[in-house]
Each structure stands twice: as structure tokens, then as C-alpha cells.
């Protein structure tokens, strides 16, 4: 298994294929005694929000893990055309409702890749903070526990955390999910207008509007690649319905 990173990299030089932030070959994955993903040949697209879509299980955490760094590939080579390291928001599920964190604390963690846990946050860092929760319209909720917040303004919260990190790699896990219709077309917003400020955005979700708007798209079937291109050309009602279809 390898883990690459190009040193020079520009998304307008396409001379030679189309510009990739994270390329995997013949990529293998999982969790011990458990082969999760297997042989995965696929790009993310720099500059781009790619939708990762499957059923239950097919394996998109895992595949967001492996691009977070978190789980090692167990096979194959994955090459990482960007510096920093990537800003991975989990499931909002997964973060404990009783954790005692204030929604500005949470976000705060976020600088803790740069500062170091529990440090002391410096000017820039709390002004860092400042903007970025006022860009996700959470900044009067600052003093509030995250468990006592709604799940929007949760979500919104966590979001804030990975934007903090400051990296040009955002990887989220089923952002939209539980969410109104109006809190997914608020993220669905954020998360369009930070690709225009050059972030690449990747998430795995079960919404099919969010995945419909997403520049590029890879489906999972328990664990293999089964399409990697265009939404609108992937996800097709009769696509979809297969997709999903009881085996
Ligand atoms: N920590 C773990 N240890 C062992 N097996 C795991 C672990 N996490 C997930 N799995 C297994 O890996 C497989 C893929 O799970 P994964 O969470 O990646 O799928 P998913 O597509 O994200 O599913 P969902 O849509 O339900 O979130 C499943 O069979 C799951 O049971």
C-alpha cells in the first residue's frame, strides 16, 4: 500500500488528464478481519463537490475514512495532490449529544491541527472562529451547549469546526441527513460556495437532491465502484431504483 503526495500541483494544468485532488488505484480497505472496499480505481476531482452514493453499508464512511487518513488501506495506492491535511466532518449521530462543549468550543477544536489541543488560541485563531461562525449563521449561538442546539444548528456547527481547519480537502459524512428542507438547502448552499472558494468538497449521503447537485458522483455497491461520473448521467430514477432494490 502506498500513500502519495504530488509536490506541484495545479488544477488548471490539464495537459495531461483531468485535474484530481485524490486519485486511488486498485484501493482495499477495512477494519480488522473485516475487507470493507476492494480495488476501488476512482478520482475526486479538485476544485468540485463529489457526492459518494450507496445503500446502507456499501461502504462510504469507510471510503471517507480512507480519504481522512483515519483507515489505512490494506491495498492499492492512494495519491493526494494537495498539502494540507483534509478537514473530515463525521455523522452528526456520531458526536455525542452530552458532550459538555459550548458550540464555540466545538468549532475552536477545529483550530487544534494547527494550535495544538487545549492550547491557547491566539487573535488570529479567535478571528478565524469569529468569521466562520458568522458565515454559517451560528454566531448567537456561540455560549449554547452542542446538545442543546438543533440539529441544523448542529450540524452547521460541525461544519464550522471542519472549516476552521482551513483546508482545501473537506470531507463530510451524510450532512443533510435528519435535517428540514430548509437546513439542507442552507448546507447545500455553504457547500457550493466554498467550492467556488476553492475547497474540494466530498460527501457521502443518502440524498439524492444533494447528490444531484453535485459536480461528480461515485457509487458503492458492498464495497466495489459500480459508476464514477456525472450525477445526472449516474443517478437516473431507473439507477436509482436498482440501486436500492432489495437483494
Ligand atoms: N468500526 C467498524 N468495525 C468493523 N466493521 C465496520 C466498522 N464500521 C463499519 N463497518 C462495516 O463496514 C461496512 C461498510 O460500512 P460503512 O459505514 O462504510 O457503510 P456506509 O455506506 O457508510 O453505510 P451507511 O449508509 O449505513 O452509513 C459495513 O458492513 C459495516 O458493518
Known amino acids: 500500500m502506498k500513500i502519495m503526495f504530488k509536490t506541484h500541483f495545479s488544477p488548471s494544468a490539464a495537459d495531461d488528464g483531468p485535474a484530481f485532488r485524490i486519485r486511488l488505484s486498485g484501493l482495499s480497505a477495512g477494519y480488522p478481519g473485516r475487507p470493507v472496499l476492494h480495488q476501488l480505481d476512482a478520482e475526486i476531482p479538485?476544485?468540485?463537490?463529489?457526492?459518494?452514493?450507496?445503500?446502507?453499508?456499501?461502504?462510504?464512511?469507510?471510503?471517507?475514512?480512507?480519504?481522512?487518513?483515519?483507515?489505512?488501506?490494506?491495498?492499492?495506492?492512494?495519491?493526494?495532490?494537495?498539502?494540507?491535511?483534509?478537514?473530515?466532518?463525521?455523522?452528526?449521530?456520531?458526536?455525542?449529544?452530552?458532550?459538555?462543549?459550548?458550540?464555540?468550543?466545538?468549532?475552536?477544536?477545529?483550530?487544534?491541527?494547527?494550535?495544538?489541543?487545549?492550547?491557547?488560541?491566539?487573535?488570529?485563531?479567535?478571528?478565524?472562529?469569529?468569521?466562520?461562525?458568522?458565515?454559517?449563521?451560528?454566531?448567537?449561538?456561540?455560549p449554547r451547549q452542542l446538545g442543546e442546539v438543533s440539529g441544523g444548528q448542529r450540524q452547521r456547527a460541525l461544519i464550522a469546526q471542519g472549516l476552521a481547519q482551513e483546508s482545501d480537502l473537506l470531507l463530510l459524512d451524510e450532512p443533510t441527513t435528519g435535517l428540514d428542507p430548509e437546513a439542507r438547502a442552507r448546507i447545500a448552499a455553504l457547500l457550493t460556495e466554498l467550492v467556488t472558494d476553492g475547497v474540494t468538497v466530498v460527501q457521502a449521503t443518502h440524498d439524492l437532491d444533494a447528490a444531484r447537485s453535485a459536480d461528480a458522483c461515485l457509487v458503492l455497491c458492498e464495497g466495489r465502484l459500480t459508476g464514477q461520473g456525472h450525477p445526472g448521467e449516474l443517478l437516473t430514477p431507473e439507477a436509482v431504483a436498482r440501486m436500492w432494490q432489495p437483494v
Do not use: C
Open 46 to 142: 479538485a476544485l468540485a463537490a463529489t457526492a459518494l452514493v450507496g445503500p446502507n453499508g456499501s461502504g462510504k464512511s469507510t471510503l471517507l475514512g480512507v480519504l481522512a487518513g483515519v483507515i489505512r488501506p490494506t491495498a492499492g495506492e492512494l495519491h493526494s495532490a494537495g498539502h494540507r491535511p483534509p478537514a473530515f466532518v463525521p455523522q452528526r449521530g456520531a458526536v455525542g449529544d452530552t458532550l459538555p462543549l459550548t458550540v464555540r468550543q466545538t468549532v475552536e477544536m477545529g483550530r487544534w491541527g494547527i494550535r495544538g489541543p487545549w492550547r491557547r488560541l491566539t487573535r488570529h485563531d479567535r478571528a478565524a472562529v469569529d468569521s466562520i461562525m458568522e458565515r454559517l449563521g451560528i454566531a448567537d449561538l456561540a
